[in-house]
């Protein structure tokens, strides 16, 4: 069964930093175009950064460029999200989804269907 399970999230300071990990059971990870995506209280859902099948592509979203890096692990099947210089405004539910669609099309839209259970993070002093 195929499931994408997202961790590392927590309560961190302003400025702080945090690696959450997207975990593919079932997947080939070199195959899909996965997406971090974050959904903030009482907000809807939005990118924040893709990756390739290859890996060899990234794409991020302004608000996030410079501060947070995507990479995978191949060999665990493993994608991360290390984020860096964390604002009060990056507190969210963040989730990963996977692709079929080049990362600037990926983090161009939301996708539809069900998503796992997230992970959450919360910046606050």
């Known amino acids: 069964q195929r499931q994408l399970v997202e961790s590392g999230g927590g309560l961190v300071q302003p400025g702080g930093s945090l690696r959450l990990s997207c975990e593919l059971r079932g997947f080939t990870v070199d195959r899909f175009t996965i997406g971090w995506y974050r959904q903030a209280p009482g907000k809807g859902r939005e990118a924040v950064s893709c990756?390739?099948?290859?890996?060899?592509?990234?794409y991020y979203v302004d608000s996030v460029k410079g501060r947070f890096t995507i990479s995978r692990d191949k060999a665990k099947s493993t994608i991360y999200l290390q984020m860096n210089n964390l604002r009060s405004e990056d507190t969210a539910i963040y989730y990963c989804?996977?692709?079929?669609?080049?990362?600037?099309?990926?983090?161009?839209?939301?996708?539809?269907?069900?998503w796992g259970q997230g992970t959450q993070v919360t910046v606050s002093s």
């Open positions: 989804v996977p692709g079929i669609t080049p990362v600037e099309e990926m983090c161009g839209r939301v996708p539809s269907g069900s």
């Open positions: 990756i390739s099948a290859n890996g060899e592509f990234t």
